[in-house]
């Protein structure tokens, strides 16, 4: 009798254990992909940035000189 008991109870606990595995690897594929999805969406923010970046000194330069050419002297 008690022998079955322990028995039962093991199969409860490795199916328990064995749910609370899946639950924590989907958890930890879940935690994954928005990890990889953020690395991503910061490559390209910086990708971005840094074109913007780049453009940005022609265009400030551009502007002063319009600016100083439509001024009257």
């Given at each position: 009798?008690?022998?079955?008991?322990?028995?039962?109870?093991?199969?409860?606990?490795?199916?328990i254990e064995k749910?609370?595995?899946?639950?924590?690897?989907?958890?930890?594929?879940?935690?994954?992909?928005?990890?990889?999805?953020?690395?991503?969406?910061?490559?390209?923010?910086?990708?971005?940035?840094?074109?913007?970046?780049?453009?940005?000194?022609?265009?400030?330069?551009?502007?002063?000189?319009?600016?100083?050419?439509?001024?009257?002297?």
């Amino acid at each position: 009798m008690t022998s079955i008991l322990r028995a039962r109870a093991g199969e409860r606990f490795a199916a328990i254990e064995k749910t609370r595995q899946r639950a924590l690897n989907e958890q930890e594929e879940t935690a994954q992909k928005i990890s990889e999805n953020t690395a991503r969406l910061k490559a390209l923010r910086l990708a971005k940035e840094a074109t913007e970046m780049a453009a940005s000194p022609t265009l400030k330069s551009g502007s002063k000189e319009r600016a100083a050419k439509s001024l009257p002297s």
